[in-house]
């Protein structure tokens, strides 16, 4: 896995059975330990890790992942504002929000910047990877407590 001061001006070959993901984590043990437990698996390669939202569109436009886990709170550009620049180049990618915010505007926000996941990083870690291969497949993911926060939202 290669941050943005690892990353050669290509990539290099992947294997082109496994789902590439990049993680996008302001605190840098979280990310380093989300990008540990994807590398677990031997359907998933970490390909990526961003600390800003900044270092993530450079890195996104290079690697090409196909899911990207982003936190909502970076330094810099926030999450929500990281999905739609990524998303304004490259509409087909594709993003899981994992977050400790489960407030009803923070879910809005990221679905309607493109996201097609929410999870919270509280959940099973075995809810992540289903996350990601579903979201992967071209599906959603919203857990049972995010669908009832976004069920009781008060559109403002």
């Known amino acids: 896995m290669k941050t943005l001061s690892e ?10 059975a496994k789902v590439t993901v990049m993680v996008v984590e302001g605190h840098p043990i979280m990310r380093i330990g989300i990008a540990a437990l994807v590398a677990t ?22 690697w090409q992942p196909d899911v990207t886990l ?16 990524i998303r304004r180049r490259s509409p087909k990618a594709r993003f899981i929000v994992l977050t400790t915010y489960e407030g009803d505007e923070d879910i809005h926000q990221a679905l309607q910047a493109g996201a097609s996941g929410y999870v919270i990083k509280g959940m099973p870690h075995d809810m992540l990877m289903s996350a990601i291969l579903k979201v992967h497949a071209g599906g959603n993911f919203l857990p049972p407590s995010v669908r009832r926060t976004l ?3 008060t559109p403002s």
């Not at 982003?70 to 620049?85: A, H, K």
């Open 41 to 62: 698996r031997s359907d998933l390669e970490s390909v990526a890790q961003a600390g800003t939202g900044e270092e993530a569109v450079l890195l996104h436009e290079t």
């Open 151 to 153: 069920a009781a939202r």
């Open 70 to 85: 982003m936190d909502l709170r970076l330094p810099g550009m926030s999450g929500v504002e990281t999905i739609r620049t």
């Open 7 to 16: 990353s050669p001006a290509t990539p290099v070959a992947l294997d082109a």
